[in-house]
């Protein structure tokens, strides 16, 4: 018995080690040349980040503020200017590596899953170091937002077993734009998938906030009850044109515009995408 005892809690214990653990990601350096940082503009707008991190009415960079409303509490979009006491300066590119891919702070701690760091899993190294460049050379702002507002049961060490549960729920059904052949649906994969990060608004969520893969852009319910999504079944008679048209204006065929906060991410993010991206995404989203 003291025998079986013991293999338990060591069982336990280096279950909790692994699950605990930092994932190995090795030191990378930021990217300083123009072109980098010419990337790294385009992605921030395409991946929206300045809809969630803009300071107050868009006037105080990415000094973040921005509180997200959800059943587990509000959580604060945080600064991301190199401000060293309030921001992310001082970061490294395996601090950004493991923010954006992983969801781990740079002292080894668990973001909360507003942050679309699940999502973002799928970027390239590249893209994230580009991503990096950029946000490293806007204005510094001192500005600290408020602390997330949760209930005294949800702690962060938690998304240890929450990531474990999404990878078990979410496992068979895509993630990122790997094993698609045609280049124009990948470039709109990943678009969709990883970089506008389009499913954390769009796709539905389970009792315990996972994504719903098996439903992936199929509408979900906002703080204010409405449900926001792709709406297929409307959706059958548009062209691709059309929905390209919509991620460049906001406007629907019958002439209509988007409203709520969908207006935000097309004034900041697809209307600021190629012309060849939009179409990508059109692309992607018609044929799925």
Avoid at 174 to 194: C, H, K, V
Avoid at 213 to 228: C, M, N, T, V, Y
Avoid at 254 to 277: R, Y
Wanted: charged residues 20%.
């Amino acid at each position: 018995m003291k025998k079986l005892l013991i293999i338990t809690i060591a069982t336990a214990l280096a279950f909790g080690y692994w699950l605990l653990s930092g994932p190995a990601v090795n030191e990378q350096k930021i990217p300083e040349s123009a072109e980098a940082i010419a990337r790294g503009e385009y992605l921030v707008a395409a991946g929206g980040c300045i809809s969630c991190h803009a300071g107050e009415q868009g006037k105080a960079g990415l000094s973040g503020g921005l509180g997200l409303v959800s059943e587990f509490g509000t959580f604060y979009a945080p600064n991301i200017t190199p401000d060293t006491a309030t921001g992310i300066g001082g970061w490294s590119g395996r601090d950004f590596l493991l923010a954006m891919k992983h969801g781990r702070t740079p002292g080894g701690g668990f973001y909360f899953p507003a942050f679309p760091y699940r999502a973002y899993a799928g970027l390239s190294d590249q893209d994230t170091l580009d991503i990096a460049a950029f946000l490293m050379t806007q204005p510094a702002i001192d500005k600290a937002v408020p602390a997330h507002e949760t209930p005294a049961w949800l702690a962060r060490w938690m998304m240890a077993g929450w990531n474990l549960l999404a990878d078990i729920s979410q496992r068979g059904y895509p993630t990122s734009a790997e094993n698609i052949e045609d280049p124009l649906i990948a470039r709109g994969a990943y678009l969709a998938r990883n970089l506008g990060h389009c499913g954390e608004c769009h796709t539905p969520r389970n009792a315990l906030g996972i994504p719903d893969l098996s439903r992936a852009f199929a509408g979900a319910p906002f703080e204010d009850g409405e449900i926001k999504g792709m709406d297929a079944a409307a959706m059958q008679n548009w062209g691709e044109e059309d929905f390209a048209f919509l991620l460049l204006l906001g406007m629907k065929p019958d002439g209509e515009f988007v409203g709520g906060k969908m207006e935000a991410v097309i004034e900041h993010n697809t209307s600021q995408l190629t012309k060849e991206d939009r179409e990508a995404m059109a692309a992607f989203f018609k044929r799925q």
